[in-house]
């Protein structure tokens, strides 16, 4: 069951997923999230930049989630 979760929450479909983790990451970088406050992103919130958010989250899908070497 938890590779399956997995699988799932990390699909590419799924952009949820990378946007918080984009989100999270630009909050300890920068000091302020991109969406704020941190924890309540939903489908319904609008981000500060979202070409930013839409353009990072891709990248970070582009990449399979690795962070240490693109």
């Known amino acids: 069951?938890?590779?399956?979760?997995?699988?799932?929450?990390?699909?590419?479909?799924?952009?949820l997923f990378?946007?918080?983790?984009?989100?999270r990451l630009w909050k300890h970088l920068m000091g302020v999230g991109l969406i704020e406050p941190?924890?309540?992103i939903k489908?319904?919130?609008?981000?500060?930049?979202?070409d930013l958010l839409e353009f990072l989250s891709d990248m970070v899908i582009e990449f399979d989630?690795?962070?240490k070497d693109p």
């Open 43 to 50: 489908y319904s919130t609008e981000p500060s930049m979202p």
């Open 18 to 23: 990378s946007e918080t983790l984009i989100n």
């Open 38 to 40: 941190i924890d309540e």
């Open 65 to 67: 989630y690795n962070l």
């Open 1 to 15: 069951p938890r590779q399956a979760f997995a699988t799932w929450v990390t699909s590419k479909e799924n952009h």
